[in-house]
T-cell receptor, first 117, second 113 residues
Framework: AQKITQTQPGMFVQEKEAVTLDCTYDTSDQSYGLFWYKQPSSGEMIFLIYQGSYDEQNATEGRYSLNFQKARKSANLVISASQLGDSAMYFCALSPGSNFGNEKLTFGTGTRLTIIP | GAGVSQSPSNKVTEKGKDVELRCDPISGHTALYWYRQSLGQGLEFLIY????????KSGLPSDRFSAERTGGSVSTLTIQRTQQEDSAVYLC???????????FGPGTRLTVL
């Protein structure tokens, strides 16, 4: 069985500071993928970043980076220079295949990030 | 439109009634997913369609839930004899294949009274 754990239900961060959102996972698969999605108050799910289990480099997408520590089974999201528009729910998710394989994503319970001006 | 669309955006129904939720995926996307998001929770996988293959129904919580996808495009999620615990936001997503990013629709908020 696959499981995602997000232990921070809510975080408050000052604008322009960096923020790290924690995510740990559990899977018996050798090949898997890790995703982060953002869900603003409007409700849509916005894809942010992806890391495959065999990727040696940490994924980066603009201000987003994924701190992937395979031995510790963690995949933390780092947002640099936070902006007011970053305020949202953030979900970590796990898929059973790498190479950007999707199928059934297993989601964590999310972290609500609030950026303070 | 260019994105995934879902209808209705909101549905209020009485316990015991049947409901149908609709999803229009992005044109050309072969993979379609249904998820459920209960209040304050993450998304729970329900069902996955990929092309003409048999759907993966492993996430459906009970036999009251069913889904179909007609012509490889539009999908309908049907909940029979709705219960109060079915109240949630039902999200649909599509991707260009099992190896593509999932694009989500705005969801249907279902309230069962």
């Amino acid at each position: 069985a696959q499981k995602i754990t997000q232990t921070q239900p809510g975080m408050f961060v000052q604008e322009k500071e960096a923020v790290t959102l924690d995510c740990t996972y559990d899977t018996s698969d050798q090949s898997y993928g890790l995703f982060w999605y953002k869900q603003p108050s409007s409700g849509e799910m916005i894809f942010l970043i992806y890391q495959g289990s065999y990727d040696e480099q940490n994924a980066t997408e603009g201000r987003y980076s994924l701190n992937f520590q395979k031995a510790r089974k963690s995949a933390n999201l780092v947002i640099s220079a936070s902006q007011l528009g970053d305020s949202a729910m953030y979900f970590c998710a796990l898929s059973p295949g790498s190479n950007f394989g999707n199928e059934k994503l297993t989601f964590g319970t999310g972290t609500r990030l609030t950026i303070i001006p | 439109g260019a994105g995934v669309s879902q209808s209705p955006s909101n549905k209020v129904t009485e316990k015991g009634k049947d409901v149908e939720l609709r999803c229009d995926p992005i044109s050309g996307h072969t993979a379609l997913y249904w998820y459920r998001q209960s209040l304050g929770q993450g998304l729970e996988f329900l069902i996955y369609f990929q092309g003409n293959s048999a759907p993966d129904k492993s996430g459906l919580p009970s036999d009251r839930f069913s889904a179909e996808r007609t012509g490889g495009s539009v999908s309908t999620l049907t909940i029979q004899r709705t219960q109060q615990e079915d109240s949630a936001v039902y999200l649909c997503a599509s991707s260009s294949g099992p190896w593509g990013e999932q694009f989500f629709g705005p969801g249907t908020r279902l309230t069962v009274l």
